[in-house]
């Protein structure tokens, strides 16, 4: 095999077993994320179904189901506890409400329980706007449902009409605006019944007789004041993720149609165009509160519904993440925090390596050494900009008087350039005293580091310019400049640094690039420009 053939043979190598770490980094940071982040929760339905024993018609009835949202998902399959007397399908979705339903049908008289659980994921970093930002087109039979006039919803009452006709209709009057003036209306202009009250207080000409609302009240009247001003809109139920033991009543809110998308208002709670994370809804167009309905064809009667919600044990992966283990030691986020700034460089300083290879096996362009224009760089970073070029014309200008100074006595090169270090150190050193006197006093960290750096590239220039001559160290100077110019824009991000430390297996790829460069045998682009009279030439 040839050494071609086997450099590109290491380099896929490289490739595909960085491709892998990074992909099995990234499944076990994922999954331990999960882990962090996301709450286990159970729903469980708990219902009492009651058949006559002369019941003449099929006894159904439709329960809706959870429905996940970007930060509630579903995990499994439900489970249910349905005795063999009853049966049940999946109707998915329901008519044009949208609503997951399971079907019970009950073919025996008598009474029946039945259990539904639901396993829960709440996850709050995903985001939450993702669901009332998706536009949905409605049909022509959903726009008549969701703004039909219906009993519970009486749009054409009298009330409803008196109620908009104190809406302005001028020009500046806008949709938008008419929504929010009925929405403060339902939520300011209606108070909480007192329990003697509370009677008729959820039907919507009573409340808006007497401004006396229950949370339901609230809804369907809202509803019913933006289908009379032309608006769809529909009634939601559903749940809030929180420990409860025992519900007895989920949640309503509604949800308004405007600009293809629907936009959730609870004028109860005081949620408007969003509802909190923890809400998601199991029935869409429920006009009665309910999570069940009950088909008027059906022989049975009311069922006693109630509901439950508890938090689950975190997974024993989590509880057991701080137990050693050898895996332990390729993860180098887990160590000190102190110690992240400077483990994140040290991984950067590869990736300047390979934009020094790229410049100058490619590009053309010359620097001193590879390593000195990522140093260069970080001597930037760990210094701020004034602190460093403070240092960088102490540097130069300590360096260059003092050189021109010894070449009048005729040293050897090493204790002359000994005498240039000395000369640097003292400078800064009493430059460092009268930043202090002036109360403007850097870090240690932001003054020996960048003072070691370009002391030691200043040795470099010196050691350049008596071997090849003063103009050779000048191009390289430059060169060095501009390579260290892109390094600082990619060593001086932090995202990319902690990026690095989390998945430091990239160097994998780093290194399989670098091979790939190193079989680099092409023109450089500075030899394209710098021979392009004599490619004219051979092409005429």
Request: glycine share 6%; proline share 6%.
């Amino acid at each position: 095999m040839s050494t071609r053939s086997l450099s590109n043979l290491c380099a896929v190598i490289f490739l595909v077993l960085g491709a892998l770490a990074l992909s099995m980094r990234h499944h076990s940071r994922e999954a331990l994320r999960v882990a962090e982040t996301t709450s286990q929760w159970r729903l469980t339905y708990y219902y009492d179904l009651q058949i006559a024993e002369d019941a003449p018609a099929k006894s159904t009835v439709d329960i809706g189901l959870p429905q996940e949202t970007p930060n509630v998902k579903i995990q499994g399959e439900p489970e249910d506890q349905v005795p063999h007397q009853l049966h049940y399908r999946w109707l998915d979705p329901y008519d044009i409400t949208g609503t997951q339903v399971l079907q019970v049908e009950a073919n025996t008289s008598g009474q029946h329980s039945l259990t539904i659980e639901y396993e829960l994921a709440f996850d709050p970093d995903a985001n939450g706007l993702t669901r009332w930002a998706d536009k949905q087109r409605l049909t022509a039979k959903q726009r008549e449902w969701f703004l039909r006039d219906d009993r519970l919803l009486p749009k054409s009452n009298d009330s409803v009409t008196q109620v908009l006709n104190r809406l302005p209709r001028d020009e500046e009057s806008t949709e938008s605006l008419r929504l929010q003036m009925l929405y403060d209306f339902c939520r300011r202009d209606l108070q909480a019944p007192e329990p003697s009250e509370s009677l008729g207080a959820d039907e919507v000409p009573n409340v808006l007789s007497t401004k006396k609302a229950t949370p339901l009240g609230r809804a369907r009247t809202f509803v019913t004041l933006c289908r009379a001003e032309g608006i769809p809109a529909r009634l939601v139920v559903g749940f809030e993720l929180r420990q409860d033991s025992d519900i007895r009543s989920p949640q309503v809110w509604t949800e308004v149609y405007m600009d293809g998308r629907w936009l959730p208002f609870d004028p109860t709670n005081g949620f408007a165009r969003r509802m909190p994370d923890t809400y998601f809804p199991v029935r869409f167009g429920g006009e009665e509160g309910k999570v069940w309905y009950v088909p008027l064809s059906s022989a049975m009667a009311v069922p006693t519904d109630r509901y439950s919600i508890e938090r689950l044990e975190p997974p024993a992966s989590l509880l057991a993440k701080e137990k050693k283990h050898p895996r332990q030691i390729l993860d180098l986020t887990r160590l000190p925090l102190e110690m992240h700034q400077a483990m994140s460089l040290i991984l950067l300083l590869p990736f300047g390596a390979l934009i020094t290879a790229v410049f100058r096996n490619i590009v053309g362009l010359k620097t001193f050494g590879t390593f000195a224009p990522a140093l260069l760089a970080m001597s930037f970073i760990y210094a701020d900009w004034g602190t460093g070029i403070v240092i960088l014309a102490v540097v130069m200008t300590a360096g260059f008087t003092s050189r021109r100074w010894l070449e009048r006595l005729r040293l050897l090169m090493v204790p002359r350039l000994s005498i240039v270090l000395t000369t640097i150190i003292l400078c800064i050193m009493f430059g460092v005293s009268l930043l202090d006197y002036m109360n403007l006093t850097p870090s240690a960290q932001a003054v020996l580091l960048p003072m070691v750096i370009l002391t030691t590239l200043t040795e470099r220039y010196y050691v350049t310019s008596e071997e090849d001559g003063h103009a050779f160290a000048v191009k390289l100077s430059l060169g060095t400049l501009i390579v260290s110019a892109m390094c600082y824009a990619v060593l001086s991000w932090d995202a990319v640094g902690e990026w690095i430390l989390a998945y430091p297996e990239a160097h994998l790829i780093t290194i399989a690039v670098l091979m790939y460069i190193g079989r680099y045998t092409g023109y450089r682009l500075s030899e394209l420009i710098r021979f392009r009279d004599f490619v004219k030439n051979e092409e005429g």
